[in-house]
């Protein structure tokens, strides 16, 4: 398949669907954020390295034998 075979994205569909996108992120997020608050700066700071530290591990292409 080429490049000027693939369909462009509707930006319609995604302005319209914003709203409801906003609103599943919102409520998603909510648990996170109350835990958070719950921690010390010290905590955050680990559990946030902690976060990144993951992300970058799943990122990795690790190769199965």
Not at 53 to 62: G, P, T
Request: charge should be negative; proline fraction near 8%; charged fraction near 25%.
């Amino acid at each position: 398949m080429t490049v000027s075979a693939v369909k462009p994205i509707s930006w319609s569909f995604v302005t319209a669907q914003r709203p409801v996108v906003e609103k599943w992120l919102d409520g998603s997020a909510a648990p996170l954020a109350r835990v958070l608050a719950k921690l010390q700066p010290a905590e955050c700071a680990a559990f946030l390295k902690a976060m990144d530290l993951l992300e970058a591990e799943l990122e990795v292409d690790h190769e199965v034998p």
